[in-house]
């Protein structure tokens, strides 16, 4: 109930192309999804958060489409750039504003964008 | 742009030795944070830290591993003896209090025990 089932598991695209990282979960109390950046050897850092009560947010070239009722949400970007080759993270949180609001991270996503 | 820093980058030790990772949070944050992520898996949560107390901890957090705010700006996570699958990349994360979920993570703290 816990986990937050992320795919695919890696992917490649050309520079200019909209690579989507798609995210699932069970908890119907997860009310934040954040999506995580990470460079090797680097902490991972926030990017790009959502709450459930908008379908999609955006930021810049990074977009999160969230589905309330399919509870599932992914992460779009467009006119993508080498740049962005990293590990791209899902998570999810609960009770909003509480003590823990401990997150709970998807297995991740080795982006590559060839130039 | 304040960040969360940490101390070491790297520390190598030897099974069954104790040692302390350090955690500078961000200055204004009341909400403090460990995760750890072993090479090539996801991040995964370890302890949570308000108002000088654990809010929440996971199973991975047994009675090896401790937490301390020392003072107004450290936060400690000190491993009583080390194990070899305690190797991993351990972060500290801070965030500002209730207003916010965003969670700010440092550079990590790259765990070696042989």
């Known amino acids: 109930q816990q986990q937050v089932k992320q795919s695919p598991q890696s992917l490649i695209v050309q520079k200019g192309g909209i690579p989507i990282i798609n995210c699932a979960y069970e908890n119907t109390a997860f009310d934040y999804f954040p999506w995580y950046q990470q460079f090797p050897g680097k902490g991972p850092a926030l990017l790009i958060a959502?709450?459930?009560?908008?379908s999609e947010k955006k930021e810049g070239r990074f977009t999160i489409s969230f589905n309330k009722s399919a509870k599932q949400f992914s992460l779009h970007i467009m006119d993508s750039q080498p740049g962005d080759s990293a590990t791209y993270f899902c998570?999810?949180?609960?009770?909003?504003?509480?003590?823990?609001?401990?997150?709970?991270f998807g297995t991740g996503t080795l982006l590559a964008v060839q130039p | 742009e304040p960040e969360v820093t940490q101390t070491p980058s790297h520390q190598v030790t030897q099974m069954g030795q104790e040692v302390i990772l350090r955690c500078v949070p961000i200055?204004?944050?009341?909400?403090f944070y460990w995760y750890r992520q072993i090479l090539g898996q996801k991040v995964e949560f370890l302890v949570s830290?308000?108002?000088?107390?654990?809010?929440?901890k996971s199973e991975i957090f047994d009675d090896q591993f401790s937490v301390e705010r020392p003072d107004g700006s450290n936060f400690t996570l000190k491993i009583r003896s080390t194990k070899l699958e305690d190797s991993a990349m351990y972060f500290c994360?801070?965030?500002?209090?209730?207003?916010?979920?965003?969670?700010?993570f440092g550079p990590g703290t790259r765990l070696t025990v042989t």
């Open positions: 998570a999810a949180a609960e009770n909003y504003g509480g003590a823990t609001n401990k997150l709970i």
């Open positions: 994360a801070s965030r500002v209090g209730t207003i916010s979920y965003e969670q700010y």
């Open positions: 959502i709450r459930p009560d908008v």
């Open positions: 200055s204004n944050h009341l909400y």
């Open positions: 830290f308000y108002n000088n107390e654990i809010s929440e």
